[in-house]
């Protein structure tokens, strides 16, 4: 069975530039999450979907950050413009909701790892 | 406050050791989950072990258990038997909020383990 898909794995960019990630969920799982995860940290939970409503956004920097989900598989992440703090790893993860109480295991993608010049 | 709380941000263990890894939580819901994940220098978060906070008997999974202390809100890894292979980086997470739409997931600062050989 195919894991968590994410492309690219590695973005440079210029600051002020547009950059969009793109994420491909384990088959079936109907939760799919964005993390961003800087240096030395722990990832930080960016949007939650369930199928293709974003039920958690709070975290979510929305003057520049948007996403979408709209079949409720595939999602894609953008950031525009693009600034020097925006440099981290962003990674995506999917879960099969549903799946009885408290066993929502998250499995993760490899990760974009995007750096803002 | 921090929810999740690693107080060892490195550690060094001789192969073949066992190592526990601290975590201890925070929170006043009764219903929540703790997770804990590897993440190698190749970047990809590996779901290592589950505990939900009903559940009766401590974690097991191969060479991984939870210490789990419900009364002291901790949640520590011990991995039995330690390779080359476990150096990586350890996070301690909690999904909190009942299984529902508002769970969130949050992740501790993690821990860096090195096995000498």
């Given at each position: 069975e195919a ?6 794995r ?9 950059v969009?990630f ?8 109907n ?5 961003r ?9 960016l ?7 974003a ?7 929305k003057?520049r ?8 598989v ?9 600034e020097?703090g ?5 990674l995506?993860a ?9 066993r929502e295991?998250?499995y993760?993608g490899?990760g974009?790892r995007?750096l803002v010049? | 406050?921090?929810k999740?709380?690693?107080t060892?941000p ?6 073949k050791?066992?190592v526990?890894?601290?975590c201890t939580?925070d929170t ?13 220098s190749s970047?990809e ?5 589950y505990?939900?906070?009903y ?5 097991t999974e191969g060479?991984?258990s ?6 002291r809100?901790?949640a520590n ?6 390779q080359?292979?476990d150096s990586?980086?350890?996070f301690c ?5 009942g299984?529902s739409s508002?769970s969130k997931?949050?992740?501790g600062s993690?821990t ?6």
């Amino acid at each position: 069975e195919a894991g968590v898909v994410q492309s690219p794995r590695y973005k440079i960019i210029e600051k002020k530039q547009p950059v969009a990630f793109w994420c491909n969920p384990i088959s079936g799982h109907n939760t799919l999450y964005w993390y961003r995860q800087n240096l030395g940290q722990g990832p930080e939970l960016l949007i939650r979907y369930e199928n293709e409503e974003a039920v958690d956004d709070s975290q979510l920097p929305k003057d520049r950050f948007s996403a979408e989900r709209l079949k409720g598989v595939d999602s894609t992440l953008k950031i525009q413009p693009a600034e020097l703090g925006d440099s981290a790893v962003y990674l995506c993860a999917s879960s099969l909701y549903g799946a009885g109480e408290g066993r929502e295991t998250q499995y993760f993608g490899p990760g974009t790892r995007l750096l803002v010049l | 406050a921090q929810k999740i709380t690693q107080t060892q941000p490195g550690m060094f263990v001789q192969e073949k050791e066992a190592v526990t890894l601290d975590c201890t939580y925070d929170t006043s819901d009764p219903s929540y989950g703790l997770f804990w994940y590897k993440q190698p220098s190749s970047g990809e978060m590996i779901f290592l072990i589950y505990q939900g906070s009903y559940d009766q008997q401590n974690a097991t999974e191969g060479r991984y258990s939870l210490n789990f202390q419900k009364a002291r809100k901790s949640a520590n890894l011990v991995i039995s038997a330690s390779q080359l292979g476990d150096s990586a980086m350890y996070f301690c997470a909690m999904r909190e909020g009942g299984y529902s739409s508002a769970s969130k997931i949050i992740f501790g600062s993690g821990t860096r383990l090195s096995i000498r050989p």
